[in-house]
């Protein structure tokens, strides 16, 4: 069946660092791929999306590229600041509905 | 505009007692959704309802009940609570043809004793 895996957090970086937090998929052919974002106390609010292979999504400075070759959707940023602390879920689309990772918690210090 | 509002934001349960949890939204949504998230496990679909009138079971529907009251609303109901229901609980709701872009309420920590 399709899944997700997420790297394990915590992800612990300084305020400026560049972010990588990995994320690949197992699916029947090119599902659309999503990053949503959890920050304290808050729920899940959608953070960007790719629809098909190549595509790059982007928000807030995030960006993750959509790689069937590698079956990858990672999301990167370039340079971290303390309010991206949250927790951070990658998810594919699956017969009108989202099949979700584990979730990466992310903490930046100042 | 509140978006998605869930009540109430925490409860304690003991083993056996019911409760109904109360989701609504005020953006014309067609589709609501009910989710647990359990530590290393991600979220798992409860229930969800495409349209209003219509539910059904996601990955995980044992134990519980949905009601879509009307198209604001969508309830879950615990009708004997276990211990293996301490989770927090997500309410969703989407546009009709955008399932998968969902907005959330920010959630019930239920802890069940």
């Known amino acids: 069946g399709n899944s997700v895996t997420q790297m394990e957090g915590p992800v612990t970086l300084s305020e400026e660092a560049f972010l990588t937090i990995n994320c690949t998929y197992t699916?029947?052919?090119?599902?659309?791929l999503f990053w949503y974002v959890q920050y304290p106390g808050e729920g899940l609010q959608l953070l960007l999306k790719?629809?098909?292979a190549d595509d790059k999504g982007s928000n807030k400075g995030f960006e993750a590229t959509y790689r069937k070759e590698t079956t990858s959707f990672h999301l990167e940023k370039g340079s971290v600041q303390v309010s991206d602390s949250a927790v951070y879920f990658c998810?594919?689309?699956?017969?009108?509905?989202?099949?979700w990772g584990a979730g990466t918690k992310l903490i930046i210090k100042p | 505009n509140a978006g998605v509002t869930q009540t109430p934001k925490f409860q304690v349960l003991k083993t056996g007692q019911s409760m109904t949890l109360q989701c609504a939204q005020d953006?014309?949504?067609?589709?609501m959704y009910w989710y647990r998230q359990d530590p290393g496990m991600g979220l798992r679909l409860i229930y969800y309802?495409?349209?209003?009138?219509?539910?059904d079971k996601g990955e995980v529907p044992n134990g519980y009940n949905v009601s879509r009251l009307n198209k604001r609303e969508f309830s879950l109901r615990l009708e004997s609570a276990a211990p293996s229901q301490t989770s927090v609980y997500f309410c969703a709701s989407s546009v009709t043809g955008q399932p998968y872009e969902q907005y959330f309420g920010p959630g019930t920590r239920l802890t069940v004793t």
């Open positions: 790719a629809t098909k």
């Open positions: 309802s495409a349209s209003e009138g219509t539910t």
């Open positions: 998810a594919l689309a699956s017969n009108y509905q989202l099949i």
């Open positions: 953006m014309n949504h067609n589709s």
């Open positions: 699916a029947t052919g090119y599902p659309s």
